[in-house]
């Protein structure tokens, strides 16, 4: 293993540098050439690529989204345009290749492995949180805190003017981040695509809460639409109550990544390198626990994963009636 290329793909995530660091100097610790490929499958595609160094990577840990860039590639999943790739990686002589990134990127990964036959290890990065094998994703910790400051924010106003809130949160097929962020905000109704959601049940749930303000989380693949599609849904019901709506959007994916984020990432990065060097291949970093441990990139891509879903009656024993 003389040569490693490292590409970060997919949604950004708050941690992504942090495990490129430790890609990096891990990599230059035992002597093994570096090589960033910008912009994930499109750049392997473009032949956008450069050897890294200790200066490339240094004073990055504390900052968001990633120093490679990120970008979506159709085309990687054609033939033809893993041919491309696969070229780029013959003629740079790679003889490992890590991934970083969340189900798409480790799809691709899986397909590269079987054309290819290159030593490939995955590293979770996505703010969803939705990869299955592992109970952490790089950038889940981060997001989650970033809503949390914003639904703090928003209470305030909230029982200021004796508002209903309906605050949408990322999270298109996985609720991860709007359940998590309204046990830990004290949000009176969560609304996830994992659950069927029951407007009327909503609108009584507000009703009784026995105070004039309430938040809403919603995921904004909730089975019901969007918050302002289930805020238009309720009103009819609540027309003694003042509604508005607030959309987090990309806020969740930017800012500096929380110190869990810069941990589990740093020994992720270090961990995949070490994989590489005992020869394996087509596997992901996992978090169990307090342990890394591995999952085959097959598996990961095949099952799907779903929240703790203790989380809903939580959150209903703890609504004030």
Do not use: W
């Not at 109970?135 to 305030?156: L, M, S």
């Amino acid at each position: 293993m003389k040569k490693i290329a490292l590409i970060t793909s997919g949604g950004d995530a708050p941690g992504m540098n942090a495990a490129i660091r430790a890609i990096v100097k891990t990599c230059l610790y035992y002597k093994i050439t570096p090589f960033g490929i910008y912009d994930g499958y499109k750049g392997m595609m473009e032949g956008r690529g450069r050897q890294l160094n200790y200066s490339d990577v240094d004073n990055i840990i504390q900052y968001g989204g990633t120093i490679l860039g990120s970008a979506r590639a159709e085309e990687f999943y054609q033939v033809e345009g893993r041919q491309k790739a696969i070229c780029f990686l013959k003629e740079n002589n790679i003889d490992g290749l890590i991934v970083i990134g969340g189900d798409g990127t480790f799809a691709g990964a899986h397909l590269l492995g079987q054309e290819m036959k290159i030593p490939i290890i995955g590293i979770p990065g996505t703010i969803d949180n939705d990869i299955f094998g592992t109970e952490y994703t790089i950038g889940f910790d981060t997001a989650i805190n970033t809503v949390i400051g914003a639904v703090d924010k928003i209470r305030d106003t909230a029982s200021s003017h004796h508002r209903v809130f309906f605050v949408e949160v990322m999270g298109r097929d996985a609720g991860f981040i709007a359940l998590a962020s309204a046990v830990a905000s004290g949000a009176e109704s969560v609304l996830i695509p994992e659950e069927t959601t029951d407007i009327l049940k909503l609108v009584e749930n507000i009703k009784n809460q026995g105070k004039n303000s309430s938040v809403i989380l919603v995921a904004e693949g909730d089975d019901a639409g969007h918050a302002i599609d289930i805020m238009h849904k309720v009103k009819p019901y609540l027309k003694e109550y003042e509604l508005r709506i607030s959309v987090l959007g990309h806020i969740q994916r930017g800012g500096s990544p929380s110190a869990k984020d810069r941990i589990i990432a740093t020994r992720m990065g270090n961990l995949a390198v070490e994989l590489l060097r005992e020869s394996k291949t087509n596997i992901i970093v996992v978090v169990k626990g307090d342990k890394l441990e591995t999952c085959s990139i097959s598996k990961a891509i095949k099952q799907h994963i779903l929240p703790d879903m203790g989380f809903l009656k939580l959150i209903e024993v703890l609504r004030k009636k």
